[in-house]
């Protein structure tokens, strides 16, 4: 059994590194095909040897398989270059961000997590009652509006006509509000409608009809039987919100003026920041994969029946 569990580490593990090598190519391959930076950070008015002296500065004046290989040497060393507008290390720039998206997305993420399953558990004890059917409603809604929409709604209600909290910024916690509560509307949505169909299918169980036949509680049936055997759908799903939350933030950030790496993202992106863009992708997309290899290896542990099927 320890053999098995070992070789299904061994397998989840070379596919993480194979994705990675995947995404390190691709992230390349793409923004080259951007177009030219130095077009972009010259201007028009620069001359031809101004062009030629500063992509020679830049490297990018050498064959484009040596910028590749010279690319995938400075990632394995943990060097994605030097920024072409900060001037400085591109992932120290990126890492200098992080801690603002950091608090955003846990912020978000906790508040879907919390609202979500609740929700979702609502929904499915109680499909008939007020509560359980403005769950649902909820739901949709939660799942149909846009985020941008979302934001400029919570920003005309609470900030313009109440005035209880600010437009954008990060001076304060009251800055976080708005933000957190925006990203975590669909987060929570999507949650929610996984939840429920868990949870009612758990109630629907032989186990669970057993239990109650036995006479336990409700609320003991659904914390120790229920709840638990629900919780490797929820986990796959809080998984991917996780991984892609990084990524997500960038929307939410720029209308908010949130100066995380999602703020960062766009405006490098403008002006065609091609370290700082590919250390954003990666660094993103290490996350999606590490998430994912820790969400698959929680179900192998919930779920021991997912490891024969891994054979």
Known sequence: MRRNAHKVFASKIARALVTLILMVTSVFILMRCAGDPVTVLLGPDATPDMRAAYSGELGLDRPILAQYLAYLHNVVRG?????????????????????????????????????????????????????????????????CVPSFFLAIVLMLVFSIHLSWLPTGGAESWRSLALPA?????????????????????????????????????????????????????????????????????????????????????????????????????LLAGTAMIMTNLAVDLGYTWLDPRSKSSEK
């Open 79 to 143: 060097s994605l270059g030097v920024s072409y507008v900060y001037r400085q290390d591109a992932l120290g720039v990126v890492l200098s961000h992080l801690p603002l998206t950091l608090i955003l997305t846990c912020s978000a993420l906790t508040l879907a997590a919390l609202t979500g399953v609740a929700g979702g558990t609502t929904a499915a004890v109680f499909p008939s009652s007020f509560i359980g059917r403005a769950c649902t409603i909820g739901t949709v809604v939660g799942l």
């Open 181 to 281: 509560v925006t990203m975590a509307a669909a987060s929570s949505a999507v949650l929610a409608r996984y939840t429920r169909v868990a949870v009612r299918q758990s109630l629907d169980s032989r186990y669970v009809l057993a239990a109650f036949a036995r006479g336990i509680p409700f609320w003991r049936i659904l914390i120790h039987h229920v709840l638990p055997n629900a919780a490797a759908p929820i986990l796959t799903i809080l998984g991917l919100l996780i991984g892609g939350a990084v990524t997500g933030s960038a929307v939410v950030e720029t209308v908010f003026s949130w100066p995380g790496i999602g703020n960062l993202f766009v405006t490098s992106v403008g002006s065609r920041d091609v370290p700082v863009v590919q250390a954003i992708v």
